[in-house]
């Protein structure tokens, strides 16, 4: 199957037929890598029939697209999809951290996330520790669902984000949501019974110095949480190679 038959299928199987998601499952496909940099798409009119889309649709779609970084419209060459490199320059932070490698984003989780933690083990409110504690237990029941464990595992670490007040600091981690789902879901790939025990393990510490108000326990245990999960993704990455 060629890039453009790939193009089709995907967007007629999602019935992207909008403006919106026509632009959504374009992404998606140009942050996978099944649409590479460097592609250039069909002429409009003939893309346009491919899809089943106006062209109005499709100009809709390629001016978000271009807004964002994603692409670039070419006189008499046409639509043309950028690098990575030229893509996380002009996108917004959650496609940045979508596009970032595993250290640098782990950087980016240690400085922010840690920081969090020191905050909320000052400012959180009982219904902050409430959810926590039940992200804990959804953890403990899901078994071996990897989708389900990744979804309460972001449960406790956005409610810690909450718990801090800081609404920058909140922003930024709902921006980085998809990107640390994505990386969350990756590590509870490798050995998900181990990495699980420990995940619970440091969500209870963290959860606990929270509890006790003790800021700097708090944030040494976040450090030292995300600097796990970077050693299990390390691993999963030595095995790819």
Same mark, same amino acid.
Do not use: W
């Given at each position: 199957?060629?890039?453009?038959?790939?193009?089709?299928?995907?967007?007629?199987?999602?019935?992207?037929?909008?403006?919106?998601?026509?632009?959504?499952?374009?992404?998606? %496909?140009?942050?996978?890598?099944?649409?590479?940099? =460097?592609?250039?798409?069909?002429?409009?009119?003939?893309?346009?029939?491919? %899809?089943?889309?106006?062209?109005?649709?499709?100009?809709?779609?390629?001016? $978000?697209?271009?807004?964002? =970084?994603?692409?670039?419209?070419?006189?008499?060459?046409?639509? &043309?999809? /950028?690098?990575?490199?030229?893509?996380? +320059?002009?996108?917004?932070? #959650?496609? #940045?951290?979508?596009?970032?490698?595993?250290?640098?984003?782990?950087?980016?989780?240690?400085?922010?996330?840690?920081?969090?933690?020191?905050? $909320? $083990?000052?400012?959180?409110?009982?219904?902050?520790?409430?959810?926590?504690?039940?992200?804990?237990?959804?953890? +403990?029941?899901?078994?071996?669902?990897?989708?389900?464990? !990744?979804?309460?595992? !972001?449960?406790?670490?956005?409610?810690?984000?909450?718990?801090?007040?800081?609404? %920058?600091?909140? /922003? !930024?981690?709902? /921006?980085?949501?998809?990107?640390?789902?994505?990386?969350?879901?990756?590590?509870?790939?490798?050995?998900?019974?181990?990495?699980?025990?420990?995940?619970?393990?440091?969500?209870? +510490? &963290?959860?606990?110095?929270?509890?006790?108000?003790?800021?700097?326990?708090?944030?040494? %245990?976040?450090?030292?949480?995300?600097?796990?999960?970077?050693?299990?993704?390390?691993?999963?990455?030595?095995?790819?190679?």
């Amino acid at each position: 199957m060629d890039i453009v038959e790939l193009i089709v299928s995907q967007t007629r199987a999602s019935g992207s037929s909008t403006a919106d998601a026509l632009f959504q499952r374009l992404r998606e %496909l140009i942050l996978s890598g099944q649409i590479p940099a =460097g592609f250039v798409f069909p002429k409009e009119p003939v893309f346009c029939e491919q %899809l089943g889309v106006s062209r109005s649709t499709l100009r809709e779609a390629y001016k $978000a697209l271009e807004s964002m =970084g994603f692409i670039q419209r070419v006189k008499r060459l046409g639509t &043309i999809v /950028n690098d990575f490199h030229n893509i996380s +320059r002009q996108a917004p932070l #959650s496609t #940045s951290l979508i596009l970032s490698d595993l250290d640098e984003l782990l950087e980016f989780r240690v400085m922010i996330e840690a920081e969090l933690a020191r905050l $909320a $083990a000052k400012r959180a409110r009982p219904e902050n520790l409430a959810v926590m504690a039940e992200s804990l237990e959804k953890m +403990r029941d899901c078994g071996g669902d990897i989708q389900e464990l !990744t979804n309460y595992d !972001t449960m406790f670490h956005m409610e810690i984000a909450k718990a801090s007040g800081n609404h %920058l600091l909140i /922003n !930024t981690m709902e /921006n980085a949501r998809d990107a640390f789902n994505r990386g969350i879901y990756r590590a509870f790939q490798v050995d998900t019974r181990e990495n699980v025990a420990e995940a619970l393990m440091f969500h209870e +510490r &963290i959860l606990d110095a929270v509890t006790r108000q003790e800021p700097e326990e708090a944030y040494a %245990l976040m450090r030292q949480h995300i600097r796990a999960v970077g050693c299990r993704m390390g691993s999963q990455q030595k095995e790819r190679q």
